[in-house]
């Protein structure tokens, strides 16, 4: 949240170039306040562990938040009890008439599937669509940002030989962006995937602005110019045994997967990881929820 000073206080112009969000006491006079309305489409199969992560980090705020979580109707989830999907869960064509001050869509399990082959492809192209008209700002988590950046700009992804998985060391392309506020010059979060994209062609659509990347793990996040889309390819929601998870899964599985990078001491997947990331997530989080979901929406989202 801002802090609010007397509009002639010398100390204003120091703290905005140093990047510190203030507000003139003529604007918190002019300012409406509501809830805010989020919606989270949410394709991980494991749904209640995704719900937890997210719901943790949109919470550590002083704003108040309405979520909604949504389901695709053309694929039945195979590992989340039914009956929690018909409590919790809501379909497109029960929402599609309402508008969203800001929309989640998560990652999926769909490394090496081409996106046209995906089961429900065309209802998620029908749901980013909806959003240009009926939600203020997107944020597009791992395969839903590679999968976004396919459908609104046919920026092709590259499949990786092999799972990206560990966590890795991050670059700020953009210091002065309210994303970044709070943050360290080089920022750590978990990437578990097996696509990328090369920032070459992020810098070939205007539209387009490269935000964060890493000299291991590549193009990290990207957002349209107009702050209405994020791009997120790595995980800063993670839990702290999220990575041990997913490795001794496909370890179990027989794949013979990688240990996950820089994650467990010395390589040791005996060992309990030691997180540093915890931080960066609560700060990514909360940066977009309130520069650019709360300080832009409008205050009757009809008008969005």
């Given at each position: 949240?801002?802090?609010?000073?007397?509009?002639?206080?010398?100390?204003?112009?120091?703290?905005?170039?140093?990047?510190?969000?203030?507000?003139?006491?003529?604007?918190?006079?002019?300012?409406?306040?509501?809830?805010l309305n989020v919606l989270i489409l949410n394709l991980m199969p494991?749904?209640?562990?995704?719900?937890?992560?997210?719901?943790?980090?949109?919470?550590?705020?002083?704003?108040?938040?309405?979520?909604?979580?949504?389901?695709?109707?053309?694929?039945?989830p195979q590992h989340t009890d039914s009956n929690h999907m018909e409590s919790f869960y809501t379909t497109f064509d029960q929402i599609k008439d309402r508008n969203f001050d800001g929309m989640i869509i998560t990652g999926a399990?769909?490394?090496?599937?081409?996106?046209?082959?995906?089961?429900?492809?065309d209802e998620i192209c029908t749901i980013m669509e909806w959003g240009k008209k009926h939600v203020h700002c997107t944020l597009h988590l791992c395969w839903g940002a590679f999968a976004a950046l396919y459908y609104f700009y046919g920026l092709e992804r590259d499949d990786l030989p092999e799972k990206l998985s560990g966590v890795y060391a991050h670059k700020i392309v953009k210091r002065t962006s309210p994303l970044f506020r709070g943050f360290d010059d080089i920022f750590y979060a978990p990437q578990s995937r097996a696509m990328g994209i090369e920032a070459?062609?992020?810098?070939?659509?205007?539209?387009?602005?490269?935000?964060?990347i890493s000299d291991e793990a590549g193009v990290t996040i990207v957002k349209t110019t107009d702050s209405r889309h994020f791009f997120v390819t790595c995980h800063p929601e993670y839990d702290s045994d999220t990575l041990a998870q997913e490795y001794?899964?496909?370890?179990?599985?027989?794949?013979?997967p990688k240990v996950p990078a820089n994650y467990f001491p010395e390589d040791?997947?005996?060992?309990?990881?030691?997180?540093?990331?915890?931080?960066?997530g609560q700060l990514l989080y909360s940066n977009w929820l309130n520069y650019y979901v709360y300080q832009t929406t409008?205050?009757?989202l009809r008008n969005i």
């Open positions: 949240m801002p802090i609010k000073i007397a509009d002639s206080l010398p100390a204003t112009t120091v703290l905005e170039n140093e990047n510190i969000f203030v507000m003139t006491e003529f604007r918190a006079m002019h300012q409406d306040i509501r809830p494991t749904k209640v562990v995704t719900e937890t992560q997210l719901l943790r980090k949109l919470s550590n705020t002083p704003l108040q938040v309405n979520v909604e979580f949504l389901q695709t109707a053309s694929y039945t399990p769909l490394d090496y599937v081409r996106f046209e082959k995906v089961d429900y492809w070459s062609q992020i810098a070939s659509v205007p539209d387009l602005e490269l935000m964060a001794f899964r496909d370890l179990n599985k027989g794949m013979n040791d997947p005996g060992k309990t990881p030691i997180v540093n990331w915890r931080s960066t409008p205050y009757d």
